[in-house]
């Protein structure tokens, strides 16, 4: 191990013993805010700093955010200072200036009841125009400058109704069905789940039922003309039109200016929808319209044409409103990406961070500083060599630090903190008991799998995800952990799938050890012409009866599943021989890639000549952006554990950015790629988030190539 590698131990020692050291002296306390106060009476009366409570209170950008009734976590540094409270001020109260006067002339015994009655306006209100009447009583003949008004639109109260959610619909046909965002279906329904989008069939939700004219903002309509026929009454027209009668006269204020409804009368009242309208997942796919979007680059974007998307979605003669949910043919989805029915956007999320949106991570790493004595150097290099959890652990994090460099020089800044676990069930929960995960945006680690679910316990509480750098699952329910890794059976689907789409007439071949009988069924259930070779009792492959399948002028892709080295390093031999006859061609596959292929005793020329394929987490990275940065920081070429921790911390940090939410950005944003690893979360319900990208590798020139697929 390089001398560097023992600095970057030695620096972070340092660090990790003074943030912690500082941690532990750290109290906090909450703050209501009163009314009147101010950041810099808050701060004053706990003796702090107005910086480090907007520091501690990140939804809190200046001073003008601070509202009554608003809860803060300040750090305390002393005993708050008690102040006494002040006399209230009066607040001198803003008089409502008239919009144009009336005359009005007095008519006999007319009084200033009857005069306040007829014009809402109160005794005062008059009395101020007219300042005569300060002195003198109203008489016959004066002319008086009645003051005029604005109109005071009473606020109305959103009626809801009752939905049960029908089979095949998502909240983004629901949201389309009632011409509301699905931000707003989340707020008349907040007992929703916020990691997942899953709608059940019978599931009932909250939606707007508008009262009075039914033309709130959660219900954008398009109006037509309509002329009044013989015989018809306004309770009639409200039915036809599915709107209440105060509905069409509020549309229609000349009903009452003339007395009535009359016939012949043009009105203007709101389209009628289809009502027998089927929407869900079986005829259309859906879009969320975001924020800035014009109708040309909408139309670009989804390959439409601009009346096709009118004629879908009639409410656009209204205009465009981020938020709003459209409709589009379900045969779009063979152009588009499409996810649980809705349409992924394409974005770049470089281009697409708000660097107001500051992430805050907190990294559990197994460093085992309590093993490592500074003062014994080969010791110590011995240790950070040959223990694969500090070599994982270091790995990621220097990784890590070249991805905060990255999103730095974007303009973005980050809060970090990085505590050593010790790979300890008991440190690990002290370590979270001195910590306060007020505003933490996501919690990187811990890697060991039995540490997972005691943090995923505690970060819950604060709706916190957690990332498992090296975890594909776990046996627990863990709705916030996110598995980065992609788990055997993402694995096995898909380099089963790419067999399945690149096979024509060749022959398959298992061959399994007695520990690998799931994956042997797995891969039969998949191509039920498959033969299965025999194996001897010692474990070794049955060689006279493998040789008897292999017909003359056949191609043979054989799956060859086992974790034993010398078991691999028999089998390759035996068909790169195969390989060489004239009359034979074989190819070599795996559907678990592990250590017993990369064995001493396996021949690369030989796993070279049968075209070795396999399915993998990861990929050989060479002279890319990140190599260049790592070697330039650190002064050696990054190793996996390295590529992994910079491409895992970059994509954590940009979705945070573009998005504080990293449910919800996984949701939109789909798949990611970096240097080494990509990420595609998939939400499981209760289970947590799995990530089922991969690439499929391929030995071929003595060299391991990625399949272009």
Same mark, same amino acid.
């Given at each position: 191990m390089k001398r560097l590698v023992f600095k970057i131990v030695c620096v972070f020692a340092v660090v990790f013993f003074f943030s912690n050291k500082v941690a532990a002296q750290q109290k906090y306390t909450t703050h209501q805010v009163k009314k009147g106060e101010t950041l810099t009476s808050i701060a004053k009366q706990y003796r702090v700093t107005p910086y480090s409570i907007l520091q501690l209170n990140k939804e809190l950008k200046n001073s003008e955010d601070i509202k009554p009734n608003t809860v803060l976590v300040i750090q305390v540094a002393g005993k708050p200072v008690v102040e006494k409270e002040k006399p209230k001020e009066k607040v001198a109260i803003e008089q409502e200036v008239p919009i144009s006067y009336k005359k009005h002339k007095v008519k006999k015994r007319e009084t200033m009841f009857g005069l306040t009655q007829l014009y809402g306006v109160s005794e005062e209100q008059i009395k101020k125009y007219n300042p005569t009447l300060y002195a003198e009583q109203l008489k016959k003949g004066m002319v008086l400058q009645i003051p005029q008004y604005p109109e005071v639109e009473e606020e109305k109260e959103l009626e809801v109704e009752i939905y049960t959610v029908k089979a095949k619909e998502t909240r983004w046909s629901i949201a389309n069905k009632y011409g509301i965002t699905v931000d707003s279906l989340l707020v008349l329904n907040p007992e929703l789940p916020k990691n997942t989008a899953y709608l059940a069939e019978g599931q009932e939700l909250k939606l707007p039922r508008p009262k009075g004219d039914g033309l709130s903002e959660q219900e954008v309509v398009l109006f037509e003309s309509y002329t009044v026929p013989k015989s018809i009454g306004i309770f009639? !027209?409200?039915?036809?039109?599915?709107?209440? !009668?105060?509905?069409?006269?509020?549309?229609? &204020?000349?009903?009452?200016?003339?007395?009535?409804? #009359?016939?012949?009368?043009?009105?203007?009242?709101? #389209?009628? #929808?289809?009502?027998?309208?089927?929407?869900?997942?079986?005829?259309?796919?859906?879009?969320?319209? $975001? &924020?800035?979007?014009? !109708?040309?680059?909408?139309?670009q974007n989804l390959q439409i044409s601009r009346d096709s998307l009118f004629a879908l979605n009639p409410e656009l003669e209204n205009g465009l409103r981020a938020g709003?949910?459209?409709?589009? &043919?379900?045969?779009k989805a063979k152009q588009l990406a499409v996810k649980n029915a809705l349409v992924l956007d394409k974005i770049n999320l470089i281009d697409?961070?708000?660097?107001?949106?500051? &992430?805050?991570?907190?990294?559990?790493?197994?460093?085992?500083?309590?093993?490592?004595d500074f003062n014994d150097k080969k010791k110590t290099e011995a240790q950070v060599k040959g223990r694969r959890d500090m070599s994982a652990a270091l790995g990621l994090y220097t990784g890590a630090m070249v991805a905060l460099d990255s999103v730095k020089k974007m303009g973005l800044s980050v809060d970090v903190k990085v505590l050593d676990t010790e790979l300890s069930y008991e440190k690990t929960k002290?370590?979270?008991?001195?910590?306060?995960?007020?505003?933490?945006?996501?919690?990187?680690?811990?890697?060991?799998p039995n540490l997972i679910a005691e943090v995923a316990v505690q970060a819950s509480n604060y709706n916190i995800p957690v990332i498992a750098p090296y975890a594909s699952n776990n046996q627990m329910s863990l709705s916030n952990v996110f598995y980065s890794m992609p788990n055997d059976?993402?694995?096995?689907?898909?380099?089963?799938?790419?067999?399945?789409?690149?096979?024509?007439?060749?022959?398959?071949?298992?061959?399994?050890?007695?520990?690998h009988q799931a994956v042997k069924d797995s891969i039969l259930a998949k191509f039920p012409t498959a033969r299965v070779a025999k194996m001897a009792k010692d474990g070794s492959l049955h060689?006279?009866?493998?040789?008897?399948?292999?017909?003359?002028?056949q191609e043979y892709w054989v799956?060859?599943?086992?974790? $034993?080295?010398?078991?691999?390093?028999s089998i390759s031999s035996i068909l790169n021989a195969a390989n060489s006859e004239e009359n034979y061609t074989v190819r070599m596959f795996t559907t678990n890639y592990n250590s017993a292929f990369e064995g001493d005793e396996v021949s690369l020329p030989h796993l070279s000549n049968l075209k070795f394929t396999y399915p993998s987490a990861n990929r050989e990275i060479n002279g890319d952006y990140f190599t260049d940065a790592y070697t330039k920081k650190y002064g050696n070429e990054p190793d996996r554990y390295a590529t992994r921790g910079f491409d895992l911390t970059l994509d954590l940090l940009l979705k945070l950015a573009y998005k504080k939410n990293l449910e919800a950005t996984s949701?939109? !944003?789909?798949?990611?790629?970096?240097?080494?690893? $990509?990420?595609?979360?998939?939400?499981?319900?209760? $289970?947590?988030?799995?990530?089922?990208?991969?690439y499929l590798m391929q030995y071929d020139q003595l060299q391991v190539k990625q399949i272009e697929e």
């Open positions: 009639r !027209i409200s039915q036809n039109y599915g709107i209440p !009668i105060d509905s069409v006269i509020k549309l229609n &204020p000349e009903i009452n200016e003339v007395g009535g409804l #009359k016939e012949g009368m043009v009105l203007r009242l709101p #389209k009628r #929808k289809p009502i027998t309208e089927t929407v869900n997942t079986d005829n259309y796919i859906f879009y969320e319209v $975001k &924020p800035k979007q014009n !109708i040309f680059r909408l139309t709003m949910v459209l409709k589009l &043919p379900k045969v697409s961070i708000n660097i107001e949106n500051r &992430p805050s991570l907190l990294f559990l790493l197994p460093f085992r500083l309590d093993r490592v002290s370590l979270l008991l001195q910590q306060s995960l007020i505003n933490v945006d996501a919690i990187v680690g811990p890697i060991s059976e993402n694995l096995r689907v898909s380099i089963l799938d790419y067999v399945a789409k690149k096979i024509d007439k060749e022959k398959i071949l298992v061959i399994a050890d007695d520990k060689l006279e009866d493998f040789l008897l399948m292999l017909s003359e002028n799956f060859v599943e086992t974790k $034993k080295q010398n078991l691999v390093a949701q939109l !944003i789909g798949l990611t790629e970096y240097s080494g690893n $990509k990420f595609n979360y998939y939400n499981k319900w209760t $289970k947590g988030y799995f990530n089922n990208a991969s």
